[in-house]
């Protein structure tokens, strides 16, 4: 059983589109993380939100955790080609490892 | 700052063959975890290693094991090898919020 759901699983859009990737569970995290892996390489963390209705904002990606602390979403504004990547996000559970989501595979083409 | 190192960054074994994956953690992390990426199921956590001990391991059968040494370095050695346990192999260390990544050890059973 996924603890988190991603969608959607896969994304391909033009340059300059906006776009949103959800992530929801049913557990409540205390703090849940976004990263994006590249192929051949480890994931790397965009941000780490850590309370209930929090938004972030990293360059054009906007980062939102759920008031309930069940759910976040990722925004890009204006899509590039170099956003191409997996996106994970990823949850704690108290005294657990870090439980990824299966990832948004996101292709953005010229 | 020196990241997440892995060792080696690929290995072909042969089906009931020992692989043993080599991790050396950011200077100054304490907390190594292990997991697994297999196509299609995304990242799968295996272990956690902390003070040299281990605190959690995730759903994976008494074949996966590992230890973590003194110089907080670790080990994954994936016994009885099968087909199904080719997946790229990551390692991160962490020091409080977020994990950093190693590039990961590509480990195909043949």
């Known amino acids: 059983t996924q603890l988190l759901e991603q969608s959607p699983q896969f994304l391909s859009i033009q340059e300059g589109e906006n776009l949103t990737v959800y992530c929801n569970s049913s557990s409540v995290f205390s703090s849940l993380q976004w990263y994006r892996q590249e192929p051949g390489e480890g994931p790397v963390l965009l941000v780490t939100v850590v309370t209930g209705g929090e938004v972030k904002k990293l360059k054009r990606l906007t980062f939102q955790f759920g008031d309930a602390r069940k759910d976040s979403s990722l925004h890009i504004t204006a899509a590039q080609p170099g956003d191409t990547g997996l996106y994970l996000c990823a949850g704690v559970l108290s005294g657990y490892a870090l439980n990824f989501g299966k990832g948004t595979s996101l292709l953005v083409t010229p | 700052e020196a990241g997440v190192t892995q060792s080696p960054t690929h290995l072909i074994k042969t089906r009931g063959q020992q692989a043993t994956l080599r991790c050396s953690p950011i200077s100054g992390h304490t907390s190594v975890y292990w997991y697994q990426q297999a196509l299609g199921l995304g990242l799968q956590f295996l272990l956690w290693y902390d003070e040299g001990e281990e605190r959690n391991r995730g759903n994976f059968p008494p074949r996966f094991s590992g230890r973590q040494f003194p110089n907080y370095s670790s080990e994954l050695n994936v016994n009885a090898l099968e087909l199904e346990d080719s997946a790229l192999y990551l390692c991160?260390?962490?020091?409080?919020?977020?994990?950093?990544f190693g590039s990961g050890t590509r480990l195909t059973v043949v």
């Open positions: 991160a260390s962490s020091f409080s919020y977020g994990y950093t």
